[in-house]
């Protein structure tokens, strides 16, 4: 089992950057793939990024592909998402998930979850 702890989360101006963290718990971090997800008010639960176990393989939504980079730092047992030349489309809250799996990047394809944090841009 694993726990997952997203920051970095805030309020931000269009254009602007943010990185978002997601600190897991327990020894077995290199087991899981990972993944950032996001929810707008009203809306399904959307994938946005996704890394492999070793990291050398990354996936993105077509909507934030070359503007957000998702990377991971197995001796910190961190997930990052580095987010630039962000939209007023880009709110929502983000969410950080782990799968032992391998196939898959919807929701239903995840395990384990954690709290989320709100990222706002303005317009």
């Known amino acids: 089992q694993v726990q997952l702890v997203e920051s970095g989360g805030g309020l931000v101006q269009a254009g602007g950057s943010l990185r978002l963290s997601c600190a897991a718990s327990g020894r077995t971090f290199a087991s899981y793939r990972m993944a950032w997800f996001r929810q707008a008010p009203g809306k399904e639960r959307e994938f946005v990024a996704g890394?492999?176990?070793?990291?050398?393989?990354?996936n993105y939504a077509v909507s934030v592909k070359d503007r957000f980079t998702i990377s991971r730092d197995t001796a910190k047992n961190t997930v990052y998402l580095q987010m630039g030349s962000l939209k007023p489309e880009d709110t929502a809250v983000y969410y950080c998930a782990a799968d032992p799996g391998v196939v898959g990047w919807y929701p239903r394809d995840f395990v384990y979850w954690g709290q989320g944090t709100q990222v706002s841009v303005s317009s």
């Open positions: 890394i492999s176990r070793t990291g050398c393989a990354t």
